[in-house]
């Protein structure tokens, strides 16, 4: 099983960035597939969710009305598009996946079966 996250990298305060998650090895869509991130200095925390059909989708409070995950189960992938980034959200970001559908309130606070190695990103002021 790998999950590969790809498309981080350093933009402005106000930029957009597309971060996409890339599945092999598993029936992608058995799996709800969640991103979540770490800063420096930080306990890594939830970012947003999406189950097999994809809506509704749930979000942190502190990206909702900027980030939007979705995902194409055809193609084994989930993206986060991130726009009107802020310095707050520089950190490294992970996909993860699991196998089934939990309840919508804890897609933040389930364990994930797999994880991605992460992809950087950093908003400069």
């Known amino acids: 099983v790998q999950l590969q996250a790809s498309g981080g990298g350093l933009v402005q305060a106000g930029d957009s960035l597309r971060l996409s998650c890339a599945a092999s090895?598993?029936?992608?869509?058995?799996?709800?597939v969640g991103w979540f991130r770490q800063a420096p200095g930080k306990e890594r925390e939830f970012v947003a969710g999406?189950?097999?059909?994809?809506?509704?989708?749930r979000y942190a409070d502190s990206v909702k009305g900027r980030f939007t995950i979705s995902r194409d189960n055809a193609k084994s992938t989930v993206v986060l598009q991130m726009n009107s980034l802020e310095p707050e959200d520089t950190a490294v970001y992970y996909c993860?996946?699991?196998?089934?559908?939990?309840?919508?309130?804890?897609?933040?606070?389930?364990?994930?079966?797999?994880w991605g190695q992460g992809t950087q990103v950093t908003v400069s002021s």
């Open positions: 090895g598993i029936t992608f869509s058995r799996y709800t």
């Open positions: 993860a996946a699991r196998l089934g559908f939990p309840v919508f309130s804890t897609l933040g606070t389930v364990n994930y079966d797999y």
């Open positions: 999406i189950r097999w059909k994809g809506k509704p989708a």
